[in-house]
C-alpha cells in the first residue's frame, strides 16, 4: 500500500506515474514520522538498534546505509571516497527495516539530506531545504514486497537493445577515426569479445553538441557502416552545454526560440564547460527539449544508435559572474601588497569555489513552461530531463529499434527513459566493492541498466585490478571498461597474457542469456535483478549483515575478490549452494558446498558463481560479438534433488516494441534435461542430479 502525502505546493517531477493502489491524501499526517517545519521540513524517527536502512541509490558507503549522512543534489565530483555525501545521481527512496518495513520516497527536485543516525546514533532525519514535497510512505510485507510497489508506481524501466549487454570499450578519448578502427582490430585479434567503442568529447569540432570534427573524423558514416559490419557500434558522447559560437546552427536556434536557461536579468544565461562560453538548454520546458532532442538526429543519420549523456548535473566549470568575483578578490589581495595567509586562503577559496558552485545554481532560471523556476529548486531534475529529450525525440527518430542511451545524473523517473553509469570513478581497489554495493540500491530506485567504468576512471589501473574489477562488470548489464585522459591506456588486449580477458569476457557473452532474462523479467515484475542478501533470507542474522556478496536474479549468489593481491576471499553460504569456479569461459569445476562460511580460492581468470539448489544456469557459447552469438542453444548447469526449472526470456534483442518475446521453461529432471519450446534446445552442461 502507497500513502502520499502533499506539503506546500510541490513541483510535478514525473517520477510516479502509476497510481493504481495509491492513497492520495492532500493533507500532511504522515505516520512514520515527526514533521517539523520552519525553513524546510524536518522528518524525524527514532530507530532500532538494528534496524536497516537500504535504498539512496547512486551513493558512497554501505548497502546498510545506516551511519552517513547522505545528500541528494546531483554533483559533478569525481572523487568518490567516504566522506562524500553527494554522488552524480539523486535518489530519494529508502526502506526502513523494522519489524514492519516500510518504504519512503520524498518527491522533490531540490536538495533533501538523508541522515540515516550520523548525527544521533538512533535518529533518521530527512531534512527538505523546501517546505512543497510529496512525501510518500510505502508498507509491505517484506522488503521485496514494497520495492514492487514503489517501481510498479514509478513505471517501468528503459530496455537497451541486446548488443549492449556485449562488452563495451571506451577512453577518452579515441580522437581520430584510425584510434577508433585500432581498438576494434585489437579486440578481434586478441580474440577478446566487444560490441561497442565510444566516442568521446574530441569527436566533436570544438567540443560543439551534434558536430563531427572533419580533419579527426572525416567520414563518421563511412566508419560507422565499417564498424557495425564487424559488429561493432559507436557510441558517441553529448554534453549538456552549448558552445556560443555566432553561426552554430544550435547556438542560434536555442538563442533566436529562447530555449536556453536564464540569468537574473533574463539574458541567456553564460558558463563555462570544455566548449569556453556555453548556455545550457532549458531542458524543463518542452518545446525546448523536444528541439534539442531532434538534433540527435544528425548522428543517427550517420548510422549512430547509441549516445551517453554527459556533464548534466549540469556540470560548470565557471560562471562569467563567478569569474567577476574572483578578480575582485584577486584585486583586493593584490592591493594589500604582502598576501599574508587570509590573502591567500581567500585567492584558494576564490578558485576553488568556481566550479560547481551553488551560487551559480541559484543564479539560473527554468521556464518550466511558462512558470519561472530558479534552478537550485529542481536542480536533480535537469540530467533526467536532458535524457528524457533525447529518449522522446528517439522514439520519433528510430521508432521501431532500441537505441542505447544512459545519463550522467538523474531522478527517480529517468530511469524509464535510459540507464545511468555511475560516473568518474578512480582505478581503486575500494571502487570494485563501492560498484557492488550500488548495483542493489539502484535497482531498487528502477536502475536497472547501470554499470561502472570498469578498470576506473581516474589514476592508472593494472592488469590484477582491471581482471578483478571485470570478473565483477561481467555481471553488470553495462559494461563498459573506461579511462581518464592522461591515465594508462587500459583496453584489455595491452595487458600482458590477454588470453585472460578473453576468458572473462567470453563467459561474459555466455551469460548473455541468463543476463538479458534476469533483467527483462525483473523489470516486467517490479523486482530487482541485484539484491542484498538480507532481502532474501531475512530471518538469516549473518546474511543481513553481508555487504560484499550479492544474490543476482533467481538462481546466483555472486562473490567476487575485490582486495589487492588476494588469491581468494570467505564467503558466506545462506543455504546449501553449488559453488561453480569458471576458469576462463569454458572449464569449470563444481562442488556442492553447505551452508555456512567458506574460503574459496580464486585465481585472477577465474569466476565464483553459486547456484542455488534446484535452480539452473543457462549458458550460450560465446562468439566475438552478440551479433554472432545463438541465443537458441543452450547449455544448462545447476544442481537438483528433484526437479529444476529456469523461465528463461528472450526476444528478438533489437524491437521497439518489443518482438518475438517469448517465456521457454528448462528443466532437469530423473538425469536429463529439455525445453518447452522447440526452437530453443538445451543440453547438459553439467547438471548434478542427486
Ligand atoms: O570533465 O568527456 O564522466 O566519462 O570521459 C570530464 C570527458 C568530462 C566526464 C565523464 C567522463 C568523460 C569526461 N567527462
Redesign the pocket.
Known sequence: MIFRHKFGKPLETGAAVNFDGVEIADDEAVEYFTVEKGGGIRFRRRLGEDTAVYGLGENVRGINKRGWRYVSYCS?D?MHTEDKQSLYGAHNFIVVDEEKPFGVFVDIPGRVAFDVCADKYDVLEIIAEDDNLYFYEITGDSISDIVRSFRAMIGKSYVPPLWAFGYQQ????YPTEDSVREVAREYKRAGIPIDAVYL??DYMEQYKDFTVDKERFPDLKALAEEMKEEGVHLVP?I?AGVKIEKGYDVYEEGAANGYFCKDESGDDYVTAV?PGKTHFPDFLNTEARRWFGLKYKRLTDMGIDGF?N??NEP?IFYSEKGLERVWTTLDAVKEQGNIGMSGFFAVRDAFGGLMNSERDYRAMYHNMDGETVCHHRVHNLYGYNMTRSAAEALDEIRPDERTLLFS?ASYIGMHRYGGI?T??NQSWWSHILMNLKMLPSLNMCGFLYTGA?LGG?GGNTTRDLLLRWLALGIFTPLMRN?S??GTRNQECYRFENSDDFKGLISLRYRLIPYLYSEFNKSNERGDMMFRPLAFDYHGDKRARGVEDQLMLGGELMIAPVYEQNARGRYVYLPEDMLFVLFDGADRFEAKRLEKGDHYIEVGLNQVPVFIRRNRLLPLCRAAQTTSALDRNTLELIGWTNGAAEYELYTDDGISKPVKGKKLVRLRAENGSVGSDDDSIAVSDGGVIFE
Do not use: K
Open positions: 559533478d569525481p571506451c577512453r577518452w578519448s568521446d568529447i558522447i554534453d570544455w551517453w554527459d556533464m556540470a550522467r553509469w560516473g568518474d567504468d576512471f573506461h581518464a585522459l
